[in-house]
Each structure stands twice: as C-alpha cells, then as structure tokens.
C-alpha cells in the first residue's frame, strides 16, 4: 500500500508540472504569436484556448481527487483495489485504452498546434481526438458487459 501511495503521489507531480507547461505554454502563445489579418483566426485561436482551458480544469479535478485519496486511508484503498482488479485490467488491455489515450493526447496536442496556422486542419485532428475518446467509452462499456 505504501509503493502504492508513492506512485500516486508522483502521479500529483507529473500532474502539476503537466498543468504548468501547458498554461505557461498558453501565456507564451498568446503573447507572442500576433493575431494576423485574418478574422478566422481569432474565432480557432478562441475555441483552443476554451477547448484546451475544460481539458485544465478537468485535470485540477481529477488531482484535487488524487490529493483527497492521500489524505483519506479509505479513500487511498479504494482507489488501490480498483487499480489492482484484474477484470478492470482486462477490459482495459482488450479495448485498448492505454494505447488510445497516447492517441487522443498526440492528437489533442497536434490540434491546438494546428490552430495557430489553419483552422480545418485544427477542427479536424480536435474531431478525431473526441471520436476516439467516444470509441474508448463505447469499448469500455462493450467489453465490460462482455467479461
């Protein structure tokens, strides 16, 4: 339980340092790339930082939750017994969800980039990220009822 709870807290710091170079990121972006002539690009430039500011505020959720379960044994060890169940494990190995999280990280990151230069390049690589965040759910549910 103690390597357990080593693990989750270097999971809080990969989380912390992951929060601040995306919103130092954001500040740098907005300050020094100028805005150009076209009027499209304010609108792309609006809709990535609110995209990429929902994806921040889920992720201060999920470590205010992550700070919670290192204060709380009962929480921790929840927390443990789900991480250790070996049917969740292989609903996730059989729908492959590690490697689709890479996937929707890779393009999500690949998208908000895209929004500086051209915006349907931006609003496409943003709509496959979230088809296959919703493949991931649907195959999550589909192999949960299977196994």
């Known amino acids: 339980m103690e390597e357990f709870r080593v693990n989750y807290k270097r999971t809080n710091r ?22 150009g002539a076209n009027p499209m690009h304010e609108k792309i430039m609006s809709f990535v930082e609110g995209f990429v500011g929902g994806i ?18 009962n929480k921790l060890r929840l927390l ?14 059989k729908a492959g ?22 915006a349907v390049v931006s609003y496409t690589l943003l709509a496959a990220s979230i088809f296959l965040t919703l493949y991931q759910i649907a195959a999550k549910i589909y192999f949960s009822r299977k196994y």
Do not use: C, H
């Open 56 to 73: 921040l505020l889920v992720a201060i959720f999920y470590f205010a939750g992550t700070l919670s379960a290192l204060k709380d044994e």
């Open 14 to 35: 990969r989380i912390t340092v992951a929060l601040a170079i995306i919103f130092i990121s954001i500040l740098i972006v907005r300050t020094y790339i100028p805005a």
């Open 97 to 118: 969800i590690p490697l689709l999280n890479i996937a929707v990280v890779i393009l999500l990151a690949a998208g908000v980039i895209a929004g500086y230069f051209e």
């Open 80 to 93: 443990y017994n789900k991480a250790m169940d070996e049917r969740q494990q292989l609903i996730w190995d």
